[in-house]
Each structure stands twice: as structure tokens, then as C-alpha cells.
């Protein structure tokens, strides 16, 4: 059985940083594409970052692109979106998924299948 674990979300500050982790579990994942999500209260979850485990390419939203890096450390089997420039707008849960799905890089979120538990971010102004 899959299993995601996020970590790092918290309080922060308008223009500071933050690091998310996502623990993967379960799986061998060299086959998988990983993606970050988000969710604000009374919104869609949207995607935020994608990256395919194997060969590493990697996709953001443009409303994250230039702030937000998404990479992954293989040995540790863990996903990182790294955050900066934090806006009050980038306020949300934030989910890491899984997909086995080929081709090009899932922005949809019915398109994972595996999905963590969520970890808030908050940016005050």
C-alpha cells in the first residue's frame, strides 16, 4: 500500500519560505509522477508542481512558477517543494499524490491515485 507523508507546512510571513516533504512509502516509485496540490477553503484543489521520478522533469502553474522548486531525493524516497516569495494568496492546504499515469506530466486531480494527508500553510500579510 502507497503511503504519503507531508511535513514542513506552517505560519509564515509574506516573502519568507518554506520547505515541504512528502515521504513515499510502500512502492517502488521510478515509474511514478508526483505532484503537489492545493486547496483553499471553498476553492478547488489545484495543482501546484509536478515531477516524474524517473529522469526528473518537472512542471509548474504559472502562478507558482519562479517561486516554488520541486525536486525529489531518490535515496530518501521523498518529494520537496520548496517555496519562496510567499504570498497571502499562496494560503491553502497544501496534498502530495502519486500517479502511475504515462505521459507528459498529470495536473488534474482525479488523475492521482495515491494522496497525503495535507499540511497547512499560512501566509499572514
Known amino acids: 500500500q502507497v503511503q504519503l507523508v507531508e511535513s514542513g507546512g506552517g505560519l509564515v510571513q509574506a516573502g519568507g519560505s518554506l520547505r515541504l516533504s512528502c515521504a513515499a512509502s510502500?512502492?517502488?516509485?521510478?515509474?511514478?509522477?508526483m505532484g503537489w496540490f492545493r486547496q483553499a477553503p471553498g476553492k478547488e484543489r489545484d495543482f501546484v508542481a509536478g515531477?516524474?521520478?524517473?529522469?526528473?522533469?518537472?512542471y509548474y502553474a504559472a502562478s507558482v512558477k519562479g517561486r516554488f522548486t520541486i525536486s525529489r531525493d531518490n535515496a530518501k524516497n521523498t518529494v520537496y517543494l520548496q517555496m519562496n516569495s510567499l504570498k497571502p494568496e499562496d494560503t491553502a492546504v497544501y496534498y502530495c499524490?502519486?500517479?502511475?499515469?504515462?505521459?507528459?506530466?498529470?495536473?488534474?486531480?482525479?488523475?492521482?491515485?495515491?494522496w497525503g494527508q495535507g499540511t497547512q500553510v499560512t501566509v499572514s500579510s
Open positions: 499524490a502519486a500517479t502511475v499515469k504515462l505521459g507528459g506530466m498529470p495536473t488534474l486531480a482525479y488523475e492521482y491515485k495515491y
Open positions: 515531477i516524474r521520478w524517473s529522469g526528473g522533469s518537472t
Open positions: 510502500g512502492r517502488t516509485f521510478s515509474s511514478y509522477a
